[in-house]
Each structure stands twice: as structure tokens, then as C-alpha cells.
């Protein structure tokens, strides 16, 4: 079968807009905002043509994390770079894992707490979360001296997000972050 080119282009450009769109409600109001008849009427499409392309608000919001994932992937490279040493390096990819966290709220809660259809840890996950994990790995796999660099990444992720989750829920005030980030970050740069 042969395809058009444009007729490609124009699906491509409104799947683009549906989840961009999806995005900006979410990070405004947040994700249960989010509905297919309130894009529908957003984007002037009706809500069949949504649905010619997501399934529903699930597969919207696993567009969106994919994106989310392609983003955080390439802000923790940047940070990872900038900094000198093993310590340097972990404390600018924590640093900036938090400041991907609270400038797109809505967006860390598709990709890390809100129930998904993505498959995650696993050798049919998608690229963008494998290549979110792999900018981790860069920085941590390093510095894991003697244990295995995935389970060590693990871990750090895991206390980083526990962090950012504790602190966005304020159950740990949020002036103490640079204290508990450098608390972190000592703790895994000694390397295993």
C-alpha cells in the first residue's frame, strides 16, 4: 500500500498537537483535567479523531511520558557533563533530575507515579526509557565500584526519587534539598 506523504505528515502533526495539548491542561490543572472530549473541543477536533489516534487518555499520557522521557534523558546529560570528578558528576545529574521534576510537574508524574501503559524495566520498553535510564547509568554505573552498575543506578534513582516525591508532597521540607542532595551523592560517589 502506498502512503501519502502529506496525508502522513498531517496525522503526525495532530498526534503532535494532541499531546502538546494534553500537556499544557495537565501542567495547568493537572492530569485529571486531562480529558478526550475537553482536547477535543481545545484543538477543534472531534473526539473520533482523538481516538484514530490514542486509545484513550492512557496511551495520551504514555505519548506525553515518552516525550517526558526524551527531555529528562537530555537534561541529566547536560548536567552529567558539566561537572569534574565522580561527585561532580552525580551532584549536577541529581540537581538536575530535581529541576526537571519541578519545572514539569505533570509531565514527572506520567512518566513516574500515575499508573501507566508503558512498560518499564524490561526488554521491550520503549527507546526514550531506556535511553532515560541509560543517562543514570552514565553518571552512576562509574562510580559502583565492586556492585552491579544497573542495580546501583537503581538504587541511586530510587532514593532520588523518593526525594523529589517526598519533598513535592511536603513531607520533607523543601529548604534542606541541597543538604540532602549532597547526602546522596557522598553516599554513592565512594563508589559500591
Known amino acids: 500500500m502506498v502512503t501519502n506523504p502529506r496525508r502522513e505528515r498531517d496525522r503526525s502533526q495532530r498526534e503532535q498537537l494532541i499531546v ?3 500537556r499544557e491542561i495537565a501542567e495547568e490543572e493537572g ?3 486531562v480529558t478526550t472530549r475537553r482536547l477535543a473541543a481545545k484543538i477543534e477536533y472531534s473526539q473520533p479523531v482523538l481516538y484514530s489516534h490514542f486509545s484513550g487518555k492512557g496511551a495520551i499520557m ?3 511520558a515518552l516525550e ?11 548536567g552529567a557533563r558539566a561537572g569534574e570528578g565522580s561527585r561532580e558528576a ?4 541529581a540537581e538536575n533530575y530535581f529541576d526537571f521534576a519541578d519545572r514539569k510537574p505533570a509531565l514527572y ?3 513516574f507515579t500515575l499508573a501507566s501503559e508503558l512498560s518499564f524495566a524490561s526488554p521491550d520498553s520503549p527507546e526514550p526509557l531506556k535511553d532515560a535510564f ?3 547509568l552514565e553518571v552512576v554505573g562509574p562510580v559502583s565500584g565492586e556492585d552491579d552498575p544497573g542495580l546501583y543506578t537503581e538504587t541511586f534513582w530510587a532514593a532520588l526519587h523518593g526525594l523529589v516525591t517526598l519533598e513535592r508532597s511536603r513531607r520533607l521540607p523543601a529548604d534542606a534539598r541541597t543538604e540532602r542532595i549532597g547526602m546522596l551523592v ?3 560517589a565512594v563508589g559500591g
Open 20 to 22: 502538546t495539548t494534553a
Open 31 to 33: 492530569w485529571e483535567a
Open 62 to 64: 504514555a505519548a506525553a
Open 68 to 78: 517526558g522521557c526524551t527531555e529528562m534523558a537530555a537534561d541529566m546529560r547536560k
Open 90 to 93: 552525580l551532584l549536577r545529574l
Open 109 to 111: 508524574d506520567a512518566i
Open 134 to 136: 541509560g543517562a543514570l
Open 186 to 188: 557522598d553516599r554513592f
